[in-house]
């Protein structure tokens, strides 16, 4: 069961792209966050977050309280989604180079990590401790804030960062 809760949006947003892909083709820019963020919850929903070797190897050489693949995962939780929602809203709304553009974005992944959030408190009242790997808490009384914080830096990393290239691909693909 934690791992469908954990890979779920790659079970859902797998097909979403392969059914629409004729009518609406994300950038490539799109395409390769979203099979990596895929890679992501994947190797977190196979291993548990908090069990992640790589976290763990990250945690023992950096000398960490707990395994930071949980924190990355959240980064990631804004970082990718930033890009989707921005080429959603670049190219279905007016939009498209408007100042209100990047406040938007970085409130809708904000939003969805609250969302996110709200599943996992659901899954930790219905579960108890059945859920805890699910949760990935790590004994952190203030890890749904951490993980909202995350999700929020990821996002506006994400437009900082990758605002000019998706402008490009958007320009040369969709103009």
């Known amino acids: 069961m934690t791992w469908l809760l954990e890979v779920v949006w790659v079970l859902i947003g797998l097909p979403l792209v392969v059914l629409t892909w004729r009518r609406f083709p994300l950038?490539?820019?799109?395409?390769?966050?979203?099979?990596?963020?895929?890679?992501?919850?994947?190797?977190?929903?196979?291993f548990t977050y908090a069990r992640v070797p790589l976290g763990e190897w990250v945690q023992s050489g950096l000398g960490l309280a707990r395994n930071?693949?949980?924190?990355?995962?959240?980064?990631m939780q804004g970082f990718v989604p930033a890009i989707l929602v921005r080429e959603l809203l670049a190219r279905t709304s007016p939009l498209r180079g408007s100042r209100w553009l990047a406040p938007l974005t970085v409130c809708a992944c904000l939003a969805f990590s609250a969302v996110f959030e709200m599943f996992e408190w659901a899954a930790a009242v219905i579960g108890g401790h059945a859920a805890d790997d699910f949760?990935?808490?790590?004994g952190d009384v203030w890890d749904t804030q951490w993980d909202m914080f995350?999700?929020?830096?990821?996002?506006?990393l994400a437009?900082?960062?990758?605002?000019?290239?998706?402008?490009?691909?958007?320009t040369r693909r969709f103009a």
């Open 27 to 46: 950038t490539g820019l799109l395409c390769c966050l979203l099979t990596a963020h895929a890679l992501v919850l994947a190797l977190g929903g196979h």
């Open 68 to 75: 930071p693949y949980d924190r990355f995962g959240h980064l």
């Open 135 to 138: 949760l990935a808490t790590q």
């Open 150 to 156: 995350c999700a929020l830096a990821g996002a506006a």
């Open 159 to 170: 437009l900082l960062v990758l605002s000019r290239w998706h402008d490009r691909q958007l």
